[in-house]
């Protein structure tokens, strides 16, 4: 089959991360909502949020709920203008499309994205799969000596929501997928609730909350240790921070004081103290808020618990993190902490740490549309209009509901798919580590976020 | 009265069973906390949200007028003009949004057998330990349960902030 300029679309909750194949390689990011800013004067869509100039009590329509499509108009808003020449200048007949959707994702919302992409644009073809299912098409497990891991296990941290996903042999096993009720979005709305409790009223400040949370929270390698260390003294003490919230003029979207900043009268000063890891905590300790889930590490365990017991060791060892809530500094450090204690003792326990953990997906998408068998996975247009969403569910082979009356539904066994190793221009890199993956030596990841 | 600091909590743990607090609201109450916390916007739900009047909608009547409005014909991208007519998928997706609980019903997921996996299987487990108790004033260890309400404080200044503005929240 010829090869069609393919769109990459993946479509999280909060943010958009798409492009083009023959566009750049970095995608464009799209907030995910419909945005009325009251001191603009202005409602913005999707792409247009760039040039809002006033984020003070920014009012949010997203098409997303707890994780899942369901406000279509909100939704195509915001595709409209993606598409449109305001950004990646989509002639959809003449494209194919790969798009993301929710783990587990409702088979009745499933059908409305095949409705969306050929009865709406006219898409000639399309794939739709989990973000997790891609990261074996990419190279963040990648060492140069080493083929694609044929077990990983990934930590999805978005924002609605945390999924560990493990992958056996490039397929996701849903039976062993585990799910924490706690993101991005449920952080930064704790984080408004201390503050306004505590400081300031910031309930309607969503997005200057979220900015905070993103220059400030940090994952407490010692929990014990850094609450006692605020609470000597609230204001000056090794954690404390102070944020400039904006002022609307010279400092649009605020910042943590500097040692050299000086502050006027009018500026309003944020503490961040324990707030700085308190927030971010529940991650790790959902009951914190009276949720009533284990925590990361735990969920982590139990997915590998439900997996074939010979190979669980090659999942402690190849952990990755991706989604933007795995950002945090100190994220793996804890992790890694709190997993060598809950792995078996003769297990590694080995985390990948994606550089760009909010891009890792798209570019890994990227690379899969770049194999010139992608369209074998794709249902086309004409495909759609011979027998409707049944061509999508007969074809997609990453997550669909089980139909038989739950016959080998715990057990179902991913299909095998072609390892990556088959690839004619890889077909020389060593096989993959057969043991717990004592044989690998990398321990840590590449790189840590700095700040 | 006070506790005095530094009492041991495993005694205020022992305690927390001849509180007045019904064990039901605090659960309720935790349960709308969370609900709380997954809102998009604090002050109005946004799904009454369409377009203010400055942006060329139309005005607003009533939650009810609004309903069948939508937004995403407010823009027109195409440089030629030409709109063409979406089928009737498409028209009910725009015009009858669901919310998840509707489509969680709807998609039949419920009735699958349990070791099926779905969105309703897939949470996590359960906490296996009691929570550790934290200061709702101020983050810091809450070594002390308020006596009508509950909720967990670390020292006397804590206590009276939390009898000033916290407890006037707690649930009937
Ligand atoms: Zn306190
Ligand atoms: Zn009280």
Not at chain 1, 163 to 180: D, E, F
Not at chain 1, 304 to 332: C, H, M, V, Y
Not at chain 1, 439 to 450: D, E, H, N, V
Not at chain 2, 21 to 37: A, G, M, S, Y
């Given at each position: 089959?010829?090869?069609?300029p ?75 203008g993606?598409?449109?020449a ?10 194919s ?8 994702n ?8 095949d ?32 083929a694609?891991?044929?077990?990983m296990l ?17 397929s ?14 449920l ?19 969503t ?5 905070v ?8 390698t ?5 609450l ?12 404390v ?22 502050v ?16 971010p905590?529940i ?6 808020i ?17 997996l074939p ?44 740490q ?18 010139p ?11 759609y ?18 139909d ?21 221009e890889e ?25 | 009265?006070a506790p ?6 495993r ?10 607090v ?22 109005e ?8 009047e ?36 498409i ?26 996996p ?13 929570p ?41």
């Amino acid at each position: 089959m010829k090869s069609l300029p393919t769109v990459v679309v993946d479509n999280g909750a909060a943010t958009i991360k798409a492009g083009l194949t023959d566009g750049d390689s970095e995608p464009r990011l799209v907030a995910n909502a419909v945005v009325r800013s009251r001191g603009d004067k202005t409602t913005y869509f999707g792409h247009e949020f760039e040039r809002c100039r006033d984020y003070s009590s920014l009012h949010f329509r997203l098409p997303f709920e707890k994780g899942y499509l369901v406000d279509w108009d909100a939704q195509k808003a915001v595709w409209d203008g993606l598409f449109s020449a305001e950004v990646l200048s989509v002639n959809a007949p003449e494209s194919s499309l790969l798009i993301t959707e929710p783990y587990f994702n409702l088979p009745n919302v499933q059908d409305v994205y095949d409705q969306f992409v050929f009865e709406e644009y006219e898409f000639h073809s399309y794939y739709r799969c989990t973000p997790a299912s891609l990261i074996p098409r990419g190279d963040m497990f990648t060492d140069p000596f080493l083929a694609p891991p044929e077990c990983m296990l990934l930590v999805d941290a978005g924002f609605s929501f945390t999924h560990v996903v493990p992958i056996l042999n490039g397929s996701i096993v849903w039976s062993a997928v585990k799910r924490i009720d706690v993101g991005g979005k449920l952080l930064t709305n704790h984080l408004k609730e201390l503050t306004s409790f505590r400081q300031w009223n910031m309930m309607d400040e969503t997005y200057i909350m979220n900015n905070v949370k993103e220059s400030c929270c940090f994952i407490s390698t010692n929990y014990n240790r850094d609450l006692e260390t605020c609470r000597l003294d609230p204001k000056k003490n090794a954690i404390v921070q102070e944020y400039i919230l904006p002022d609307f003029a010279t400092n649009r979207e605020g910042r943590i004081r500097r040692q050299d900043d000086i502050v006027s009268d009018g500026d309003q000063i944020l503490f961040m103290n324990n707030e700085r890891f308190v927030v971010p905590e529940i991650i790790f300790r959902p009951d914190d808020i009276g949720l009533q889930q284990v925590g990361l590490p735990a969920t982590i365990a139990h997915s590998i618990s439900l997996l074939p017991e010979d190979i669980q060791g090659l999942f402690w060892a190849n952990i990755g993190l991706i989604g933007g809530s795995t950002k945090f500094p100190g994220f793996r450090e804890r992790l890694a902490a709190e997993l060598r204690s809950l792995a078996p003792v003769d297990c590694e326990v080995a985390i990948y740490q994606s550089q760009e953990p909010i891009t890792e997906c798209y570019r890994s998408a990227l690379a899969f549309v770049q194999e010139p068998d992608f369209q074998e996975y794709c249902v086309t247009r004409a495909e759609y209009l011979e027998s409707g969403s049944n061509a999508c569910r007969r074809k997609f082979k990453d997550w669909k509901l089980v139909d038989e009356k739950g016959k080998g539904a715990a057990v179902r066994e991913p299909a095998k798919p072609k390892p990556r190793t088959e690839d004619p221009e890889e077909s020389d890199a060593s096989p993959p580590p057969k043991r717990g993956g004592r044989g690998r030596t990398r321990t840590t990841s590449t790189s840590t976020r700095k700040r | 009265m006070a506790p005095k600091r530094g009492r041991p909590s495993r005694q205020t743990k022992a305690s927390t069973s001849q509180l007045a607090v019904d064990p039901e609201i605090v659960v309720k109450r935790t349960r709308r906390h969370l609900e709380e916390l997954e809102r998009s916007n604090y002050s109005e739900p946004s799904t009454a949200f369409t377009l203010a009047e400055d942006d060329g909608g139309e005005p607003s009547k009533s939650a009810r007028g609004r309903a069948r409005q939508t937004i995403s014909d407010k823009r027109n991208y195409d440089s030629n003009g030409k709109k063409k007519k979406s089928t009737m998928n498409i028209r009910t997706a725009l015009l009858y949004r669901k919310n998840l609980s509707t489509l969680i019903d709807e998609s039949g997921i419920a009735n699958l057998p349990s070791n099926a996996p779905s969105y309703l299987t897939a949470v996590t487990l359960p906490p296996r330990e009691p929570p550790r108790l934290l200061c709702s004033v101020c983050g810091y260890w809450g070594r002390y349960k308020c006596k009508k309400c509950a909720l967990p404080y670390c020292d006397l200044n804590c206590q009276s902030v939390h009898d000033e503005t916290r407890c006037e929240r707690r649930v009937v």
